[in-house]
């Protein structure tokens, strides 16, 4: 039951989000050169690939490694199996038994492992080995959602694309920017309501928040950044 409310549903409320983001974003760079605090593995990963080629197809294989696994552990497996398929025809070479090998300790790492074979044939067969950069083909391959669609999309090619996971949705329904009852129901609202120049920003920069400082028990309410733009619904113990 939401514990704060005025008549005006809080998600009709104008966002300061120059506020929101700016303040985040200092935060971001506070946490990352003072601590061992990372940003999230996928984002970790993308930049290691820079400009290159391969860069589509490391995204969304730790994306599919991620699903249900620490970051920590997501990210060694990705790079582990990534120095050893680089691209879907290595993968393939690899045979499924090599690929769950190396993506171990992953959650779900022989279903994952079956789902990147099956991803690999599909790019080799219809995409000439490249990954699309289109949601609704993204869509199409085995394992793949609307989060990790969104996250190929913003991190790998650049495009817009919101990615909502359990910290984003937390986070926005907690602050009352969002009511919603779902992470798909959270992306199609931002659509709505958040500028485009903060799409992409807004996973990196939350996933962390969430990793860090709103966590789902007990969050850090009192050292938090934005607690003027949070409505705190939903909030029971904080620290
Ligand atoms: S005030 Fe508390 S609940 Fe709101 S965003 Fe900050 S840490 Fe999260």
Same mark, same amino acid.
């Given at each position: 039951?939401?514990?704060?409310g005025?008549?005006?549903? /809080?998600e009709e409320?104008?966002? +300061? ?10 935060w971001?760079?506070?946490?990352? /050169?003072l ?7 996928? @984002? ?9 080629p /391969?860069?589509?197809?490391a %995204?969304? *294989? ?6 249900? @696994?620490?970051? +920590?552990v997501?990210?060694a497996?990705?790079?582990?199996l ?8 290595? *993968? ?26 099956k991803i ?10 490249? %990954? ?7 869509l ?7 989060? @990790?669609?969104?996250?190929?999309l ?8 919101i $990615?909502?996971d ?6 926005c329904?907690?602050a009352?920017?969002v009511?919603?009852q779902s992470?798909?129901? @959270?992306e199609?609202r *931002?659509?709505?309501i958040?500028? &485009?120049?903060?799409? &992409? ?5 939350l %996933? ?7 966590r789902?028990?007990?969050?850090f $309410?009192s050292? $938090? ?7 705190r ?7």
């Open positions: 039951m939401r514990s704060q005025s008549g005006m549903r /809080s409320r104008e966002q +300061d989000w120059a506020g929101i983001f700016k303040n985040l974003e200092g971001r760079k506070n946490i990352l /050169s601590t061992l605090a990372e940003d999230p593995a996928i @984002t970790a990963v993308a930049a290691e690939h820079g400009k290159s /391969s860069k589509p197809w %995204v969304l *294989l730790s994306t599919i490694l991620s699903l249900r @696994t620490k970051d +920590d997501t990210l497996a990705s790079l582990r990534l120095s050893k398929a680089p691209g879907p025809a290595e *993968l393939l070479k690899l045979g499924i038994k090599e690929t769950a090998r190396l993506a171990y300790p992953v959650g779900f790492y022989r279903t994952k492992a079956q789902s990147l074979a690999a044939t599909i790019l080799l067969e219809k995409y000439d080995g490249q %990954v699309p950069s289109n949601l609704d083909a993204l199409e391959l085995p394992g793949v959602g609307r989060k @990790t669609a969104n996250l190929v913003t991190e790998a090619f650049d495009m817009y694309g $990615c909502v359990i910290h984003v949705h937390r986070i329904n907690r009352g920017w009511e919603t992470p798909e129901k @959270t199609m *931002l659509r709505e958040l500028p &485009k120049r903060y799409w &992409k920003k807004i996973n990196y920069l %996933v962390l928040y969430g990793q860090n400082l709103c789902p028990i007990s969050p $309410c050292r $938090c950044v934005i607690s003027k733009h949070c409505k619904l939903d909030v029971g113990r904080s620290r």
